[in-house]
């Protein structure tokens, strides 16, 4: 359709063309974003919607389905093409054209209060689901937006910070899942990040915009920028940004299910920037100051976005809140779920009786707050799921209720008698088995002060634990958290943020109908100076500046590189069985290694492993690290079943970035190993690149 879409953009007046780059008021006020189109020639107008966690159009209902992290820690690109496909029906059932979805950037700092909306530390984990979402979402006639590009990896003073970041580091660590995103997925539409790089602001970046995501990787969609994120005119358009959101005074904007007495404190600022693709591109262009030719180019990308997803002919029915989305909302929350430690309580057996403790054991965990909230039709709460059972169920809060923030509505606190630590240990002492239900409180424009869980939760769990027969800790938590209390328990199941099925899916995994099927897409470290973001050059950063001097030793390539024993490693997973692995091979397979690893489950039920592929750069003239991660394969099988699994490893995962020559092959005698885990390996094979 290039050349229909020559001929339109040509045939425009300049105030037309301007309609294509910058935002106006929604007329339907449900949509995030919108392009008014231009009715003249028959260009339609465009939503666009937040969508992380689920579709967030204002002032209706949709799926809220687990955060982006439990997607990730499931280790299944499937089920993420699945939640994409999901997605896109509910977006299409709203009038919507374009999901604000996936987040993709890496989660360098535990603090990161927008961790949950993200696939955690590791790049290539981070790609492949990813371009699953992407899939899933253009297939059913829905643009995706990949966000926020690039190096947004604090919410800490989030306008201004500059990442002081390596190229190789970029290239290695922050860039992969963007460019997986564009060569892979063909995703319609890239947002800008509000942080600056290196010194300059995102919406600027002529090199990352222009020259990399457009030129070396040769996106043809637009590029927009998040929403405010616009910090000039002239520059950023010759830089490479496409459209400007929401494209009108941040006092105009304040959308329907904003209650106004909360938002300040609820949403700190916006950046008191004016709409800068307005009439401020025209007087640039009528002056001369810019070629009207690079607005041309604008328009024709958006008009290229337009046409990939079909709205030039119509507009998809989609699907809202149908039967098989709360299923797979349901099927994410316990395939993501993470079994950290069990001494054999889990799955619960002949259990008579409960004791449910915790400040908010009573609501639903639908998300962190921000931009990504969903209001959902149906939600069940731990203790609604698990009352549903035939148990008998105590309930004490023990401690107050931790405050969960919200942008979009807050939540209420019901009227009651004030908790009691000891009450909730009486009930736990009378009980079968305790399950305490701790959770911290993430959201966007805020990281988190600290990784303790927030209130008197840790005391909480300590006091239940030295009465209780069993304890089982179930974390609703956007990544990691100490666990003073870790010994002291018999079960840690980590659940992130569950969703609208937070209850039925708790259900399901104590009860043993469903097999926690997560790995940890993050290290669980023992406290926050594990980390290599613990001094403060490097997190929140010193005069605007956070310098990233740990270069591509992020997450667990850090503590592999540091020797620092994590609590629970990347990759990391308990299942309800138990699996042999036995003695992999390796051969050539085309241009990469096809990695062959029998397994058996000796256990007596079904059960997930995920079988995971590390290279070593052991050939590579410069530091690399220990291990990482080149390939996996989640693999179900049944008991006493054998199958051999192959975990495919492009020749090119044995790159690393030279900032001289650029992607340079290690050419020589390197490794690739065969785990469970980061740090539980079971075989480690030599081979030789060439």
Known sequence: MDGDISEITGGLTLDEKLRLVHGAVDPDGKATGYLPGVDRVGVPPLSLVDGPLGVRASGERATAFPASVALAASWRPSLARRFGRALAGEAAAHGQDIVLAPGVNIARVPHGGRNFEY??????????????????????????????????????????????????ALREIYLPAFRAAVEEADVTSVMTAYNRVNGTHMSDHGYLLSDVLKGEWGFDGFVVSDWWGTRSTVAAARAGLDVEMPGIDPEEFVPTDIDVDDVPEAMPPVPDVPALFGDPLREAVESGELDEAVVDEKVARVLRGTASIG????????????????????????????????????????????????????????????????????????????????????????????????MFGAESDEEGPDPSIDDAVDAAAAADCAVVVVQDDATEFRDRPDLGLPGRQDDLVEAVAGVADRTVVVLRTSGP?????????????????????????????????????????????????????????????????????????????????????????????????????????????????AVAVPVENTGDRRGKTVVQVYAQKAAAPVPTPERELVGFEATTLEAGERRTPEVSVARSEFEYYDEQTGWTLASGENALFVGRSARDIVAEIGVSVR
């Not at 909230?373 to 799921?385: A, I, L, M």
Request: without cysteine.
């Open 481 to 593: 958290v100490e666990m003073p209390w870790l010994d002291a328990v018999d079960a840690v199941l980590e659940t992130w943020y569950p969703g609208q099925a937070d209850g039925d899916a708790l259900a399901d995994l104590l009860f043993g109908d469903a097999e926690p099927g997560g790995r940890l897409p993050t290290t669980f470290g023992r406290s926050a100076a594990d980390y290599p973001a613990s001094d403060e050059t490097a997190f929140p950063g010193v005069n605007d500046v956070a310098r990233y001097d740990e270069g591509v030793f992020v997450g667990y390539r850090y503590f592999d590189e540091r020797d620092v024993r994590p609590a629970f490693p990347f990759g990391h997973g308990l299942s309800y069985t138990s699996f042999a692995y036995g003695q992999p091979s390796v051969t050539e397979d085309g241009d990469g290694f």
């Open 311 to 406: 709205r030039f002919d119509e507009e998809p029915a989609g699907e809202l809140d149908a039967a098989a989305h709360r299923e797979l909302a349901r099927e994410i929350a316990t395939e993501g779920a993470v079994l950290l430690r069990n001494d054999g309580t889990l799955p619960l057996g002949d259990v008579g009786s409960l004791a449910v403790i915790g400040p908010n054991a009573d609501r639903a965990k639908l998300g962190g707050g921000g931009s990504s909230e969903v209001s959902p039709f149906t939600r069940t709460s731990p203790v609604e799921g698990l009352e549903a059972r035939e148990v008998s169920v105590t309930v004490e809060r023990g401690v107050p209720p931790v405050s969960e923030s919200r």
């Open 119 to 168: 696939y955690g530390e590791d790049p290539y984990l981070t790609a492949r689901t990813g371009v699953a979402v992407i899939d899933g979402l253009e297939s059913e006639g829905v643009a995706a937006t990949v966000k926020h590009f690039v190096a947004n990896n604090q919410e800490t003073n989030r306008y201004d910070v500059s990442a002081a970041v390596s190229e190789r």
